[in-house]
């Protein structure tokens, strides 16, 4: 992993592998998978462009994912390179590695816990980063939840795209509660 990225990155990846083992320990998942996904989610970051394209196109992935740009590459298609390249096979493993920028509806803890300890790792300084970390020691699906919606702020305020599975993400994380207030 450390050849495969820049220092900085491989700092990064330490200290979101040491975020989620402490996830794990706190929520009761495997800590092996916990840690194991943690230092290969970013595995792919650093891959130039037309080679994540080529992966992209080899594998059949949505052809609608090349439209986005490594931030959603690495993780949408960098999974595979996770899984030929280090030989790590576990489903879920690979799965928390595919889907922790953008989440999904449905969520593993495995999968919770990556997404979230990439988000709160120690280094992390943006404004909100400390909130949470505090919703993540009482509650990974309101972790999930904090920042998912703290992601979409970002991306809009910044104008960036929006991956239509983050949105599907919103809406299974976010809006379900209240939809579910409105229909009482
Ligand atoms: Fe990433
Ligand atoms: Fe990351």
């Known amino acids: 992993v450390q050849e495969q990225m820049s220092e900085k990155r491989f700092r990064h990846v330490l200290v979101v592998q040491k975020a989620a083992v402490e996830l794990?320990?706190?929520y009761g998942t495997d800590v092996e998978?916990?840690?194991i996904a943690g230092l290969v989610h970013d595995y792919a970051k650093e891959r130039p462009d037309e080679e994540m394209i080529a992966l992209i196109k080899q594998h059949g992935l949505s052809k609608e994912i090349i439209d986005f740009g490594n931030?959603?590459?690495h993780g949408m298609a960098g999974w595979i390179l996770v899984r030929d390249e280090l030989g790590i096979n576990d489903p879920e493993i690979l799965r928390a590695v595919e889907i922790h920028t953008v989440g999904a509806k449905e969520m593993t803890s495995?999968?919770?816990?990556v997404y979230v300890a990439d988000y709160i790792e120690e280094n992390r300084a943006f404004p909100g980063v400390e909130r949470a970390r505090e919703i993540a020691r009482v509650s990974?699906?309101?972790a999930?939840?904090?920042e998912t919606k703290g992601t979409l702020q970002f991306l809009i305020e910044n104008e960036k795209a929006v991956y239509p599975q983050t949105i599907e993400t919103y809406n299974a994380w976010v809006v379900n509660e209240r939809m579910e207030k409105f229909d009482k």
């Open 24 to 26: 794990a320990k706190q």
């Open 33 to 35: 998978k916990a840690s």
């Open 71 to 73: 931030n959603i590459w």
């Open 110 to 113: 495995l999968d919770k816990i």
């Open 140 to 142: 990974l699906d309101e």
């Open 144 to 146: 999930v939840k904090y």
